[in-house]
């Protein structure tokens, strides 16, 4: 089972020295990313989009780190928008795009392959283009000599798009609400980076791991085989950055779905081998859970929180409470060490008021499968959102799963900016 210093976490110093490229400082810079794209998209034309006809259709083309650009333009378009919106990593782009279309492409260098090709096929046909990345690239070449509109990344040094993502996203969805495919006006996008910046003071890295809500989520993570469920459309679309921010930050591989149709996927693997059922251990597992924006101190000590802020983190005490579940008999010489523990982090939107029988429903079965998780054995964490804007409930969990995933990397030893073999892969196929 992979071992987490807890007590690094807790050292300002020594997070910064395993931090090489400032990944933390970048996560903590969204809200900026947020009101200087807001500034950048005004200097680049983008209420021009507003003169130009509404498009047939939007197309979005987005790879990587920058895919859950598309992913939320998707998911925040369709229950509104008068025209279809889908996403394209890369060529061939679909036959019917042409002049009357809408293709965004979107990469934080400029010279990702796959937007590259598609706004450069898309320009050939006459489509309109918005692009987002940077000022001096080959995307904003091909969109500028297509009249279209791009969006620079400012001069933050930003070099990844993990970290970015805020740089490229707020761009996209001020344009899609010129174009009246979603309501994202000035001041929900304002309100996205308020939000953001609250999420960064809680999880600042001085905050200690007891009462930080991103550090607790990072140690309960270490001890697990995660699996991050979304109980709806926009905590599937966190979940799918969550997976992947754990397997490229992290460098831990995470299932990622959404309720309901992932359910009985889930379900499934509560009687496997990494269960206190199918491993057949003793005891029960702790959870833990995280309100966004509340403390509940149900559980703890009044001694163990030094300063008040932060998230809820409960942890009912059971059998084998501070060890998952371990049988405390068992010998790891006669016995073999304990196979890892799956660990199932449920993504929940902010509830709906007043309550509606979909709704209510939707929570109901949200609700059986933790409990399903809690029989079996597996442990539970909860991430749940604060009311506001569906951007805004999107971006608590993606603060929260994007400070989650550096805080288990750098507790695990590792760089969360760089991996030797994403280099090493990257040197091959050169």
């Known amino acids: 089972m992979p071992y987490i210093d807890e007590a690094l976490l807790d050292d300002p110093e020594e997070l910064q020295r395993k931090d090489s490229r400032d990944t933390l400082r970048a996560?903590?810079?969204?809200?900026?990313?947020?009101?200087?794209?807001?500034?950048?998209?005004?200097?680049?034309?983008?209420?021009?989009?507003?003169?130009?006809?509404?498009?047939?259709?939007?197309?979005?083309?987005?790879?990587?780190?920058?895919?859950?650009?598309?992913?939320?333009?998707?998911?925040?378009?369709?229950?509104?928008?008068?025209?279809?919106?889908?996403?394209?990593?890369?060529?061939?782009?679909?036959?019917?795009?042409?002049?009357?279309?809408?293709?965004?492409?979107?990469?934080?260098?400029?010279?990702?392959?796959?937007?590259?090709?598609?706004?450069?096929?898309?320009?050939?046909?006459?489509?309109?283009?918005?692009?987002?990345?940077?000022?001096?690239?080959?995307?904003?070449?091909?969109?500028?000599?297509?009249?279209?509109?791009h969006v620079g990344v400012g001069s933050g040094g930003r070099?990844?798009?993990?970290?970015?993502?805020?740089?490229?996203?707020?761009?996209?969805?001020?344009?899609a609400d010129r174009l009246g495919l979603l309501d994202a006006p000035a001041d929900v996008v304002r309100a996205v980076a308020e939000r953001l910046d609250h999420r960064a003071e809680q999880f600042r890295p001085s905050s200690d791991a007891f009462v930080n809500p991103a550090k607790i989520l990072a140690v309960q993570l270490a001890e697990t085989v995660p699996v991050v469920l979304g109980d709806g459309p926009l905590g599937g679309v966190a979940a799918a950055r969550a997976a992947s921010m754990l397997a490229r930050t992290a460098r831990i591989p995470a299932t990622f779905g959404e309720l309901p149709d992932a359910a009985s996927g889930i379900v499934a693997c509560f009687d496997g081998p990494y269960t206190a059922i199918g491993g057949r251990r003793a005891g029960t597992y702790d959870d833990a859970r995280i309100r966004l924006g509340d403390i509940d101190t149900s559980g703890w000590e009044p001694h163990h929180f030094a300063e008040p802020e932060g998230e809820l983190m409960e942890r009912p005490r059971g059998p084998a409470a501070g060890r998952g579940g371990d049988d405390i008999f068992a010998d790891p010489y006669l016995d073999g060490p304990a196979p890892?523990?799956?660990?199932?982090?449920?993504?929940?939107?902010?509830?709906?008021?007043?309550?509606?029988?979909?709704?209510?429903?939707?929570?109901?079965?949200?609700?059986?499968?933790?409990?399903?998780?809690?029989?079996?054995?597996?442990?539970?964490?909860?991430?749940?959102?604060?009311?506001?804007?569906?951007?805004?409930?999107?971006?608590?969990?993606?603060?929260?799963?994007?400070?989650a995933a550096t805080y288990l990397a750098i507790g695990l030893g590792l760089d969360p900016s760089v991996s030797p073999h994403v280099a090493d892969l990257r040197d091959r196929t050169r």
Request: net charge negative; with cysteine; hydrophobic share 50%.
């Open 27 to 149: 996560l903590a810079s969204a809200g900026a990313q947020v009101r200087e794209a807001m500034t950048l998209a005004d200097e680049a034309g983008i209420d021009r989009l507003a003169s130009t006809e509404r498009p047939r259709s939007v197309l979005v083309a987005a790879i990587g780190g920058s895919s859950i650009v598309a992913d939320v333009l998707e998911l925040l378009a369709e229950p509104g928008s008068p025209v279809p919106v889908q996403a394209r990593r890369n060529l061939p782009l679909p036959g019917w795009v042409g002049p009357l279309d809408l293709v965004v492409a979107v990469s934080l260098s400029g010279r990702a392959p796959g937007p590259l090709a598609v706004a450069a096929e898309a320009a050939r046909r006459g489509a309109m283009l918005l692009t987002v990345g940077a000022d001096d690239s080959p995307l904003a070449q091909v969109c500028r000599s297509a009249r279209g509109v």
């Open 159 to 175: 070099t990844s798009s993990r970290t970015a993502l805020w740089t490229l996203l707020a761009p996209v969805l001020i344009g």
């Open 340 to 403: 890892p523990r799956l660990g199932l982090l449920m993504l929940r939107d902010a509830p709906v008021s007043p309550a509606t029988p979909e709704s209510v429903q939707a929570e109901a079965l949200t609700d059986a499968v933790l409990t399903t998780a809690r029989e079996a054995g597996a442990r539970v964490m909860e991430v749940q959102a604060e009311d506001g804007a569906p951007v805004v409930r999107l971006a608590d969990h993606v603060a929260a799963l994007d400070f």
